[in-house]
């Protein structure tokens, strides 16, 4: 029996004490560093709007993306003690000197509040959630539907696993069925150290929003999250624009072997609260380097740009600024030290819709006329 409503629940008691303690909760609601909101920028709409529905970028892919399952690899050690297979948009798990982080886990078919309605998934997740292995911890940024999904979170109700979160997302997860004790919710800054083995979770600032429904934005907090181990360390953006936040993230949680930034969903209208390609190279830079695993894009229709454009600008740029690059096959197991190049998967998508545009112009010149 379904738990609670898909839009969460809603703070209160020493839960909703604590966040009202945050620096960054004014007035009754949380705020960016920097003061910026979740609006379009001023003058900025009427064309955005004209883009969404009169643009000609094709925004769905036009065929199904190639996936691979990663259930035998997984069964395998990890050789440098770090792994990441990216299962779609911001679902990644990572492997971290044996111990196993989800992030931002969505297995549903939308990314809305409705069954019937809303950005609909372009491909399964590679594997089915019954068929992940034993996890440690798992990581919500924030509660936007792309980021917390209501079906994913009553399934995983049903296991153990421990919840990471930003600061009032625990009222979520407890109306779905997750246990009090399973949760642990962070401010910026704060750490927690997982239950099994040497694994510290860390939020750290992002630069964006949070609501489900009507009334309640920004009553949640937003983070970006860093999983350190004695060996290896790893950022995950969440969803986030550019900030100057990200200097001192370095200075205080850095270096990183392997950086996970959100690349797709951006827009210059909304530029201050996802980063697109570009500024994710930006917030790369700001962060010290390391591997770069582009998440947040090639699952769902979130935004007027092309499917693939945020693969082929981060090629473009990225190879341009020599950044280390790490963009595997949806469901393939990497271990960022290893991948040395870039195989642009995404591209047998088009070629194969050139290939059956030919077959099918063929087709009609031999048709009688």
């Not at 624009?241 to 209208?269: K, N, S, W």
């Amino acid at each position: 029996m379904p738990k609670g409503s898909v839009f969460g629940g809603k703070a209160h008691g020493l839960r909703l004490e604590r966040m009202r303690s945050s620096p960054r909760f004014l007035d009754g609601f949380f705020k960016n560093t920097a003061g910026v909101g979740p609006g379009l920028k001023p003058g900025s709409a009427f064309s955005t709007m004209g883009e969404f529905f009169f643009g000609g970028n094709q925004r769905t892919p036009p065929g199904p993306l190639p996936l691979e399952s990663p259930l035998a690899t997984w069964a395998r050690p990890v050789d440098t003690g770090l792994r990441a297979t990216w299962l779609g948009h911001s679902t990644v798990l990572l492997e971290v000197d044996g111990l196993r982080v989800l992030t931002d886990p969505v297995w549903g078919e939308r990314v809305s509040p409705w069954a019937f309605a809303g950005p609909k998934r372009f491909h399964p997740v590679p594997v089915t959630l019954s068929q992940l292995p034993p996890l440690d911890a798992v990581i919500v940024s924030h509660d936007h539907y792309d980021h917390l999904d209501y079906p994913t979170i009553l399934e995983l109700a049903r296991t153990d696993v421990p919840f990471y979160t930003s600061l009032g997302v625990g009222s979520h997860l407890e109306a779905w069925g997750i246990a009090p004790e399973r949760i642990t919710e962070l401010d910026w800054w704060e750490s927690a150290t997982l239950p099994r083995g040497e694994l510290r979770l860390t939020a750290a600032p992002s630069q964006h929003f949070s609501g489900r429904g009507l009334g309640d934005r920004n009553r949640t907090l937003w983070s970006s999250f860093v999983i350190e181990s004695p060996k290896h360390k790893v950022f995950f953006s969440g969803d986030t624009g550019l900030t100057p936040e990200y200097g001192e993230i370095r200075q205080r949680l850095g270096p990183f072997d392997l950086v996970m930034l959100e690349v797709g969903a951006y827009h210059p209208a909304w530029g201050d609260i996802h980063l697109g390609p570009e500024n994710a190279l930006k917030a790369l830079e700001l962060l010290g380097g390391g591997a770069f695993l582009p998440v947040h894009w090639g699952t769902f229709n979130l935004a007027i740009h092309a499917w693939d454009d945020p693969a082929e600008t981060l090629v473009l740029l990225g190879q341009e600024q020599r950044a280390h690059l790490v963009m595997p096959k949806l469901g393939v197991p990497v271990e960022p030290s290893r991948v040395e190049t870039i195989d642009p998967w995404w591209r047998s998508i088009r070629s194969g819709q050139a290939a059956r545009e030919a077959a099918q112009g063929g087709q009609r010149a031999l048709e009688p006329r």
